[in-house]
């Protein structure tokens, strides 16, 4: 009959050489310190932080917020909710805390969207597109 007699040394060297492995791999990981979003916060409470994707995100002592987006979006929210998202191709959209808002297109075009989903349209012909809030147009 063979017996097998666990060798506690030998089992400590064998595991603290797997543990050693699994630190190595994972320095190795795709993910490095470099990788990782780089804040710095201030004594007031505002803070920046620079994101791995270049996104970088300053937030006021007030808790108002800017993003500005690696693609030139920018993305302001104020203290009460209400944002303003710039596009880089000169969208402008303004969010209400009510929900409403109002988009303008680089072509000029003005959609006005009210709390309850109803919408006008304006075109740079002035012609304007009326729409009640589940989308018919009422003009």
């Known amino acids: ?6 060798d506690f040394p030998e089992l400590i060297r064998f595991l603290f050489k797997v543990m050693v492995i699994f630190l190595f791999l994972g320095l190795l990981s795709a993910t ?20 791995a994707d270049g996104t970088k995100i300053i937030t006021n002592a007030d808790h108002s917020s800017v993003v500005e987006k690696k693609d030139g979006t920018k993305i302001i929210t104020n ?13 402008k959209i303004i969010t209400n805390v009510d929900h409403s808002s109002v988009v303008y297109k680089p072509d ?27 989308g018919k147009v009422l003009n």
């Open 32 to 51: 490095s310190f470099a990788d990782q979003a780089k804040v710095i916060k201030n004594p007031d409470g505002s803070s920046v932080e620079i994101k």
């Open 108 to 134: 000029g075009t003005k959609i006005i969207t009210n709390a309850d989903g109803s919408s006008v349209q304006i075109n740079p012909n002035g012609k304007e597109i009326v729409k009640d809030p589940k």
């Open 1 to 6: 009959m063979n017996t097998h007699r666990l």
């Open 79 to 91: 203290t009460d909710g209400s944002m303003v998202q710039k596009n880089p191709d000169g969208t």
